[in-house]
């Protein structure tokens, strides 16, 4: 096993030669990631502008699972482009749908470019995360691992901020039209700072699991469906029939020879399907950002604008122990790896009992105290994030170390999507729209945090057999 007591420092990782290496790849996470909250922020303009109110939703929808299909391409890509062509095809695809975005004519059009874009980001995703393995050393992995996690935390203060100037301009089309330009010059520095020789360093020829990628794509789609229905029954149908055919996904892929994940990817016995589950809890519990906004409008009488920013202590708490914890020897960052799913679900659980609370004589102590609870949330993913995948990294099986990389954004898209739609069953069933009002949300907000804290809660429980496996 590779000596994991050396630690490479900041300066290492973000001077010279790496520094411009490691803007190139936090650039592409922050792109992806900037673009998800500026479409957010816009997309209520959009369709006052051209329409498709019906299909406001599949804009997400549609998105998440052409990303998943290019996370999924990751591999083969840089088998057979290299890295740095592998990275301009994602740009280009990427750019493409962004500009069919910015000159949508009607809402059919609109959903093209978001799907055009789900492919280019996700595969632009998935090369940002894989070439960290390929192009730096290995002690310095966990400030590059912190480096990329930290850019989601970027996107959460710029995304709404450039979406929402041009929104409130009536000039939403501009607000993709600035995202091409950021990608162009991504573009420059992909060309300038990536050798057109460096690949991947795996020995066994990527393939593309199309099988299960189809029935993941199916999956998703299936639950993302499920989700948007105010019906109880369908959402339950759905939920079923997406971990149905999770698990028959499972079945196929660890017999299949083109794999969707590494060989024991699926056992929660061993390593890696333990660290893959609790990445995919863990993402789970994230996925309260979707739902938070609306509690603290419509329960805390917060304005748009403020509800949409608070959101960003989660990301800030995510960035904030991901950069702490980066730093941390094997001993300090085992109990960090224990300690960061317990916070976030205590967290989560805190929220739960204070967010539903109306009491206007005491705002701001609530305010107060909601903001520390949504920082807690992202600060204990954030301070297992970096060393999870890293540990992952180290007991890939040999030749499957690209393949278990890119699959890192796999099982963190599917899991989003998955709570997502959990998210939109929990909160119909607890009165969200029926009786609806503020005692419905506040029924919704209770029963939707407690369930979202049982995520990092079983997470909890599996990473300490990882730890100790570890020691």
Not at 152 to 180: D, E, K, N
Not at 234 to 245: F, H, K, M, P, Q
Not at 429 to 452: C, E, I, N, R, S
Not at 463 to 471: F, G, H, N, T
Request: glycine fraction near 12%; proline fraction near 4%; charged fraction near 5%.
């Amino acid at each position: 096993m590779a000596d994991t007591n050396s630690t490479g420092t900041w300066s290492e990782l973000l001077w010279g030669r790496n520094g411009l290496r490691s803007v190139a790849l936090a650039g592409g996470v922050a792109l992806h990631a900037i673009n998800v909250y500026i479409v957010a922020t816009v997309l209520p303009s959009v369709v006052q502008d051209i329409g498709g109110l019906q299909y406001y939703a599949w804009n997400m929808t549609l998105f998440v699972v052409a990303s998943i299909i290019g996370s999924t391409m990751t591999p083969k890509s840089i088998d057979a482009l290299g890295l740095r062509h592998a990275f301009l095809l994602s740009i280009v695809g990427f750019s493409a749908g962004t500009a069919v975005c910015a000159a949508a004519p009607s809402m059919g059009w609109m959903l093209v470019g978001r799907t055009a874009q789900g492919l280019g980001g996700g595969l632009l995703l998935g090369l940002s995360y894989s070439s960290t393995r390929i192009l730096f050393e290995e002690r310095l992995w966990p400030k590059a691992m912190a480096l990329l996690s930290s850019m989601w935390g970027v996107a959460t203060l710029a995304g709404p901020a450039i979406g929402g100037i041009f929104a409130q301009a009536g000039a939403w089309r501009w607000a993709f039209w600035s995202v091409i330009l950021v990608a162009g010059g991504l573009g420059v520095l992909v060309i300038t700072q990536i050798s057109a020789n460096a690949t991947s360093r795996s020995a066994t020829p990527a393939r593309v699991p199309v099988v299960q990628l189809v029935l993941m794509v199916v999956a998703v789609l299936a639950i993302s469906l499920a989700s948007l229905s105010p019906s109880v029954a369908w959402n339950v149908t759905g939920i079923v029939g997406g971990l149905l055919i999770s698990a028959l996904i499972a079945v196929f892929d660890d017999r299949s020879q083109h794999r969707l994940l590494p060989h024991g990817g699926y056992r929660l016995q061993g390593d890696l399907g333990s660290m893959y589950a609790c990445m995919a809890l863990l993402s789970v519990a994230m996925t309260a950002e979707i739902f938070i906004p609306y509690f603290l409008q419509a329960i805390q009488g917060f304005t748009p604008l403020a509800g949409g920013y608070f959101m960003v202590l989660m990301s800030a708490g995510w960035s904030t122990g991901s950069i702490f914890s980066s730093s941390k020897g094997p001993i300090a960052a085992g109990r960090l790896m224990r300690l960061g799913p317990v916070l976030s679900g205590g967290s989560l659980a805190g929220l739960a009992l204070v967010l539903p609370l109306h009491m206007p004589e005491h705002g701001l102590l609530i305010a107060w105290g909601v903001g520390a609870l949504l920082f807690g949330i992202g600060l204990g993913i954030g301070i297992t994030w970096p060393h999870l995948l890293t540990q992952l990294f180290h007991r890939s099986p040999p030749g499957q170390e690209n393949m278990a990389s890119s699959a890192i954004i796999t099982v963190q898209l599917y899991a989003l999507a998955f709570g997502a739609a959990l998210g939109g069953m929990v909160t119909n069933a607890a009165g969200f729209t029926v009786p609806g009002g503020l005692q419905g949300t506040q029924q919704a907000a209770l029963a939707l945090l407690v369930t979202l804290a049982l995520a990092p809660g079983l997470a909890a429980f599996l990473i300490r057999a990882v730890v100790r496996r570890r020691v």
